[in-house]
């Protein structure tokens, strides 16, 4: 099984000075990259690694994605396809979200990057650059079924579609849109996008369509099309906060004990002092803060976990430290203990994300460069 080990390896954590420890369990991501890959059937599975495969490293997560089969990939920024190019097979196709922008489309040629045209102006950029070219070029297209963010309007499709020589040079390989309420499956804004999806692709060029990230591809495969574009599933993140998650958690953040101290009935803690002691109790201070991207606001109802002790945070969460409460852990076992779990087997990234009032793939993308990061390998 691809789960996490429940204990801390003991070869390769030559990090007795870091404040926390993020272990990446690469297995555990070519476990939900081979779960979607089959419960999307005959679709394609890409594999979104912008932002850094949210955080978590795509020099290290994407060759793993390709090796479970993945062989498209997205990214944001035309910068993150040319770094992901080095660690992807030549046979990897890697699409660019946010298109050329002006004065780009040779870097996108030059490093075997496929544009998202998703306006008029990429798309006449686009055109013109294959003219240069002297060969067809491909791309894909987006258009906006909704959600008003990427992608051409109602309006563009029907100019292209009034006047082809507009794509004249541009090979469409794919025509996408994006889901605004696909984490709400009751939500009529669904099947209004996959409609307004079909309508738009029937006056472009034939091509392969895509509508769902991660997850439209839990609203069944009347969402999946031709090709699923899912992101934070292959990290673990719920694909639907209202139904247990059925993805192998990837990442297990434990932070260091630095002091254990105890206080007495109305000492306070923290900035602001905005936690008192009603009695006597023991507190533990960790090496991690909101500068290593542990969120400020997720004191209030955050926790950390000791086995099946749950450790309340105390007071504000400081910029390299955060202070919990260890009353409940007995000695022999406190004295024994160096790290304590922030997510881990007690307590998801979604878990997490709401004590502080967000989402995973905030908590995901935010936990910094600063720890020390541990990549667990795919069993073999
Ligand atoms: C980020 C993104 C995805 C991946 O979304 P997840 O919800 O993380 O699966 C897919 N498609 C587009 C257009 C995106 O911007």
Known sequence: MPDLPST??????????????????????????????????????????????????ARQVAPVLE??????????????????????????????LHGPMPGTPRDFTGHDLCP????????????????????????????????????????????LAADPALLAGIGTRLVMSHLACADTPTSPANAMQR??????????????????????IFLGPDYHFDLVRPGAALYGLTPDAARPNPLHPTVRLRARIVQVRTIGAGDGVGYGLTWR???PRRIATLGIGYADG?????????CAWLGEYRLPILGRISMDSTTIDVSDVPDA??????????????????????????????????LGSRFHRAYLPQAA
């Open 195 to 216: 409609a307004r999806l079909l309508d738009m692709a029937a006056r472009l060029p034939e091509a392969p369509l895509a509508l769902s990230a991660s997850s439209g």
């Open 67 to 96: 090796q479970a089969g993945a062989n498209v990939f997205f990214v944001a920024h035309l910068e993150e396809g040319v770094r992901l190019r080095a660690h992807v097979s030549p046979r990897a196709r890697i699409l660019v």
């Open 8 to 57: 801390l390896p003991t070869s390769g954590w030559a990090a007795p000075g870091a404040g926390a420890l993020l272990e990446i369990s690469l297995g555990a991501i070519a476990a939900n990259y081979d779960m979607l890959n089959a419960r999307t059937g005959s679709a394609i599975c890409a594999a979104v690694v912008k932002a850094d495969a949210y955080g978590l490293g």
């Open 294 to 302: 542990f969120l400020r606001h997720g004191a209030d109802g955050g």
């Open 277 to 279: 002691a009603s009695g």
């Open 333 to 366: 076992v406190l004295d024994a203990t160096t790290h304590v779990d922030m997510i881990g087997p007690r307590h998801s990234v979604d878990d997490v994300a709401r004590c502080a009032g967000t989402i995973g793939y905030e908590v995901l993308t935010a």
């Open 116 to 159: 998202v045209l998703n306006s008029m102006e990429q798309i006449a950029d686009w055109r013109a650059h294959a003219r240069r070219a002297g060969s067809p070029l491909p791309a894909a297209i987006q258009v906006d079924t909704g959600m008003s963010r990427f992608g051409l309007s109602l309006v563009d499709v029907e100019t």
